[in-house]
């Protein structure tokens, strides 16, 4: 009869210690893969059973916010539509990059930000465009969403809009975070969203970012998530996976 002589003492057998190795190994790396990938809902998720709302921020990118918004909301496991205004973004190239990479929606929110039901039509057009072509270019997808600065908006510029094949995209629950709100009054604005409907916030504000998870928790309390902004219909949906932003 053959034996095997005893593993040293304190020592575990060889085969044990490589199955432990190969363990730790594929933990690591599930652990990376999970920090590294956009924040994605799974189609037909449960946890959605009340619908889906639209997180949207205005006015990036920003040197100062852009990176910790996006941190904030991929640690909350949550997507959000940005609405980059176009010099800005030829500032800050990385960023927009950078925003695609998480997985985020980006629209488009004007070249320069500017009141367009007082500029004629071809200057409107012309502050459309250019941010439509540079967001092209940074991410490689036409925006479909397009958000007029302040909600000011009136026939011609939302034609424009059509023309150039973006959806007007206005909001429903206002949490006026510009007007120096602290997080937790910001909380209490966006908390009132319904199935369906698109909070406005903005890329640019240290309170707006602390509100991201309390927000978050509310919405899955209620068993909403964050989704995507239709261009067919203008209301928050089921993420598409086909969506050119998932790729």
Avoid at 13 to 19: D, E, F, K, T, V
Wanted: some cysteine; glycine content about 8%; overall charge negative.
């Amino acid at each position: 009869m053959i034996t095997h002589a005893p593993a040293p003492h304190g020592t575990a057998p060889l085969p044990h210690i490589l199955a432990l190795a190969l363990t730790v190994v594929l933990a690591a790396g599930f652990a990376v893969a999970a920090t590294a990938a956009p924040a994605r809902a799974a189609a037909g998720d449960p946890k959605c059973g009340a619908g889906y709302v639209g997180l949207t921020f205005d006015d990036g990118p920003t040197p100062e916010y852009t990176s910790r918004l996006l941190s904030a909301l991929r640690e909350n496991g949550v997507r959000a539509t940005l609405f980059n205004i176009g010099e800005k973004a030829e500032k800050n190239r990385e960023l927009v990059v950078a925003e695609k990479e998480a997985g985020m929606w980006i629209a488009n929110h004007s070249w320069s930000h500017p009141q367009l039901t007082k500029l004629p039509e071809e200057e409107i057009h012309s502050e459309l465009e250019r941010t439509k072509d540079l967001l092209e270019e940074l991410t490689g997808t036409a925006p479909t969403l397009f958000r007029p600065p302040y909600g000011n908006t009136d026939a011609t510029v939302k034609a424009v809009a059509e023309g150039l094949g973006m959806t007007e995209i206005i909001w429903d629950v206002d949490t006026r975070d510009w007007s120096g709100k602290s997080a937790e009054e910001i909380v209490e604005e966006a908390v009132t969203v319904q199935s369906g409907e698109v909070i406005l916030m903005h890329d640019g504000y240290a309170a707006t970012i602390e509100a991201i998870p309390a927000i978050v928790e509310n919405l899955r309390s209620r068993e909403l998530c964050a989704g995507m902004i239709s261009p067919a219909t203008g209301k928050a949906v089921e993420p598409d996976d086909d969506d050119p932003a998932d790729s």
